[in-house]
């Protein structure tokens, strides 16, 4: 009776979001002349009057063997290959730039028929194919997909950067790299502060928002508050039918086309990409009433992006079992897998009434603090694995100076000095994990740890990491410094040419009004003798 139960409050979960509507998004555009170059041996040779066939333009790069007469032929003669760009826009970079037998060959589109692709990014640009010369199946649906590559084509824009709350850097100091560190397409790249990403090389694979701590890049195909208001309606509607032990099911459109068959509480949420969905909309599902999540690779997930969802998945379990929730109720599983995993593990909570946000850390704390507030044996505080998104800091007390670097580079806005005494304060609930803080020090006094504060007023509480008793002007009195910042600033000019005086020296614990006035008396300091008057 619960199977079939089960079956109905599917499809009509299903049959309420089968119109949903979703923010639209930008488009990106490529244009292709059909021109074409295949990379190969005397094979390559061979096969390319194959594409000459459909209309293409074809040119033939030889990496070894002779060249195949009435084919336009390029010897490759030992120089260094190099490809950049993509459908449409390709260039072959022959050779050493700036030397005699530097060649560029520009096309639109790419065959390479290497024993060794000469692209090694996991996810190779749109227009660049690669095939095995032996593999004919291969071959034949690659010939008859670039045939029909010639002309102008569009795909979504899967992605919205926002550079003012980025934590790749700040005043030249390096922080968060997970984005482009993450990327299999190799989209991204730094450029100094913030960072770049080439629309046409994305292709929507969405590690990159995943891996953002702060939500600077966002996936927008669809965006994320449309997946997780899917989510609410399925599994409002689910549980409205009457349905029991809900399982939301997350998988890539190309790998839901191998499901043949799913368990009758399987609620599917289709994606772009696996990876495109992230902690923050776990948890949402599980806020909202799921019983369990479900990420399904079918094998579409290179294995680099793999590492990413499995270190966002590691925070994920260390947060369930901190609140005292099984730490299977979140699991990667393949297809082969999915029938047997879809049992119901957590317990019955009360769903969360929110609706779907577009601010990523904002979402997280929402859904998670809504399960706090149903765990009955949730820790106070608890760690988190290396890598994770929230924490806190550690300023050794003994050699911080109160410079205030920290507070200056810190790009999620974590870290404040004091207004009227010299300390350091702390927000944990902004803290990102990002180093920049860390890597800003200069006297390496700070320290990450990621960790979870469960009850949210304490997280928002702030802490003083650091204070000290103001320094005073010896001259007027007034608080300018710390008694450890002037130590240190003695300490390093005490070979200077200029402080080898007791009165220059004294002018270091002058503030800044005190000291310019001292130093226009001091005749010897303004050198009034070297000068002569006319």
Same mark, same amino acid.
């Given at each position: 009776?619960?199977?079939?139960?089960?079956?109905?409050?599917?499809?009509?979960?299903?049959?309420?979001?089968?119109?949903?509507?979703?923010?639209?998004?930008?488009?990106?555009?490529?244009?292709?002349?059909?021109?074409?170059?295949?990379?190969?041996?005397?094979?390559?040779?061979?096969?390319?009057?194959?594409? =000459?066939?459909?209309?293409?333009?074809?040119?033939?790069?030889?990496?070894?063997?002779?060249?195949?007469?009435?084919?336009?032929?390029?010897?490759?003669?030992?120089?260094?290959?190099?490809?950049?760009?993509?459908?449409?826009?390709?260039?072959?970079?022959?050779?050493?730039?700036?030397?005699?037998?530097?060649?560029?060959?520009?096309?639109?589109?790419?065959?390479?028929?290497?024993?060794?692709?000469?692209?090694?990014?996991?996810?190779?640009?749109?227009?660049?194919?690669?095939?095995?010369?032996?593999?004919?199946? =291969?071959?034949?649906?690659?010939?008859?997909?670039?045939?029909?590559?010639?002309?102008?084509?569009?795909?979504?824009?899967?992605?919205?950067?926002?550079?003012?709350?980025?934590?790749?850097?700040?005043?030249?100091?390096?922080?968060? =790299?997970?984005?482009?560190?993450?990327?299999?397409?190799?989209?991204?790249?730094?450029?100094?502060?913030?960072?770049?990403?080439?629309?046409?090389?994305?292709?929507?694979?969405?590690?990159?928002?995943?891996?953002?701590?702060?939500?600077?890049?966002?996936?927008?195909?669809?965006?994320?508050?449309?997946?997780?208001?899917?989510?609410? #309606?399925?599994?409002?509607?689910?549980?409205?039918?009457?349905?029991?032990?809900?399982?939301?099911?997350?998988?890539?459109?190309?790998?839901?086309?191998?499901?043949?068959?799913?368990?009758?509480?399987?609620?599917?949420?289709?994606?772009?990409?696996?990876?495109?969905?992230?902690?923050?909309?776990?948890?949402?599902?599980?806020?909202?009433?799921?019983?369990?999540?479900?990420?399904?690779?079918?094998?579409?997930?290179?294995?680099?992006?793999?590492?990413?969802?499995?270190?966002?998945?590691?925070?994920?379990?260390?947060?369930?079992?901190?609140?005292?929730?099984?730490?299977?109720?979140?699991?990667?599983?393949?297809?082969?897998?999915?029938?047997?995993?879809?049992?119901?593990?957590?317990?019955? #909570?009360?769903?969360?009434?929110?609706?779907?946000?577009?601010?990523?850390?904002?979402?997280?704390?929402?859904? #998670?603090?809504?399960?706090?507030?149903?765990?009955?044996?949730?820790?106070?505080?608890?760690?988190?694995?290396?890598?994770?998104?929230?924490?806190?800091?550690?300023?050794?007390?003994?050699?911080?100076?109160?410079?205030?670097?920290?507070?200056?580079?810190?790009?999620?806005?974590?870290?404040?000095?004091?207004?009227?005494?010299?300390?350091?304060?702390?927000?944990?609930?902004?803290?990102?994990?990002?180093?920049?803080?860390?890597?800003?020090?200069?006297?390496?006094?700070?320290?990450?740890?990621?960790?979870?504060?469960?009850?949210?007023?304490?997280?928002?509480?702030?802490?003083?990491?650091?204070?000290?008793?103001?320094?005073?002007?010896?001259?007027?009195?007034?608080?300018?410094?710390?008694?450890?910042?002037?130590?240190?600033?003695?300490?390093?000019?005490?070979?200077?040419?200029?402080?080898?005086?007791?009165?220059?020296?004294?002018?270091?614990?002058?503030?800044?009004?005190?000291?310019?006035?001292?130093?226009?008396?001091?005749?010897?300091?303004?050198?009034?003798?070297?000068?002569?008057?006319?």
């Amino acid at each position: 009776m619960n199977e079939a139960l089960n079956k109905k409050a599917v499809e009509a979960a299903q049959a309420a979001v089968k119109n949903l509507s979703v923010t639209p998004t930008g488009l990106v555009e490529y244009s292709s002349q059909g021109r074409c170059i295949v990379i190969g041996a005397a094979e390559a040779a061979e096969f390319a009057p194959r594409l =000459s066939e459909v209309s293409l333009q074809v040119q033939v790069l030889m990496t070894e063997g002779p060249d195949e007469p009435g084919l336009p032929v390029v010897p490759l003669a030992a120089r260094e290959l190099r490809v950049t760009g993509h459908m449409g826009a390709f260039k072959l970079h022959l050779g050493d730039e700036g030397k005699s037998n530097y060649e560029v060959l520009n096309t639109d589109l790419v065959l390479d028929l290497g024993k060794q692709p000469t692209l090694t990014v996991p996810i190779k640009p749109p227009g660049y194919f690669v095939a095995d010369i032996d593999d004919e199946l =291969s071959l034949a649906e690659i010939v008859v997909t670039m045939s029909e590559l010639t002309g102008t084509f569009e795909k979504p824009r899967y992605f919205e950067y926002d550079a003012d709350i980025c934590a790749h850097g700040r005043s030249g100091i390096s922080g968060c =790299s997970r984005c482009y560190d993450s990327c299999p397409t190799y989209a991204i790249t730094s450029i100094g502060d913030a960072i770049e990403v080439n629309p046409n090389l994305c292709q929507g694979g969405g590690i990159c928002a995943t891996a953002c701590p702060t939500g600077a890049i966002r996936y927008t195909y669809p965006r994320t508050e449309d997946t997780q208001e899917r989510i609410r #309606i399925l599994l409002n509607t689910y549980k409205e039918q009457g349905g029991t032990d809900s399982i939301i099911i997350f998988i890539a459109e190309v790998d839901a086309e191998t499901v043949t068959e799913t368990p009758d509480n399987a609620l599917i949420v289709p994606l772009e990409e696996l990876a495109s969905v992230g902690l923050e909309v776990w948890f949402f599902a599980l806020a909202h009433g799921a019983s369990r999540v479900l990420l399904v690779d079918g094998g579409s997930v290179p294995a680099t992006v793999g590492v990413f969802i499995d270190e966002e998945l590691k925070t994920a379990k260390a947060l369930l079992q901190g609140l005292d929730f099984p730490d299977k109720a979140i699991e990667r599983v393949t297809i082969d897998n999915l029938s047997r995993a879809c049992t119901g593990i957590m317990p019955e #909570i009360e769903a969360a009434q929110f609706t779907g946000m577009s601010q990523k850390r904002q979402a997280a704390f929402w859904s #998670i603090d809504h399960l706090f507030t149903q765990a009955t044996g949730a820790q106070e505080v608890f760690s988190l694995p290396e890598q994770s998104l929230f924490g806190r800091i550690q300023v050794n007390g003994q050699a911080c100076t109160l410079c205030m670097s920290c507070t200056s580079t810190c790009p999620a806005n974590a870290i404040n000095a004091g207004v009227e005494e010299p300390r350091l304060l702390f927000h944990e609930e902004n803290c990102v994990q990002c180093g920049i803080c860390a890597n800003s020090c200069p006297e390496n006094a700070i320290t990450l740890e990621p960790r979870w504060v469960a009850n949210p007023e304490d997280r928002k509480q702030t802490a003083i990491l650091h204070e000290e008793e103001p320094f005073c002007c010896i001259s007027c009195g007034k608080p300018f410094a710390t008694q450890s910042g002037i130590n240190t600033i003695l300490a390093k000019l005490t070979d200077h040419y200029m402080f080898q005086t007791e009165r220059a020296v004294r002018r270091l614990k002058m503030c800044d009004d005190c000291r310019v006035a001292d130093v226009v008396q001091d005749e010897e300091m303004m050198g009034t003798n070297k000068f002569t008057q006319h």
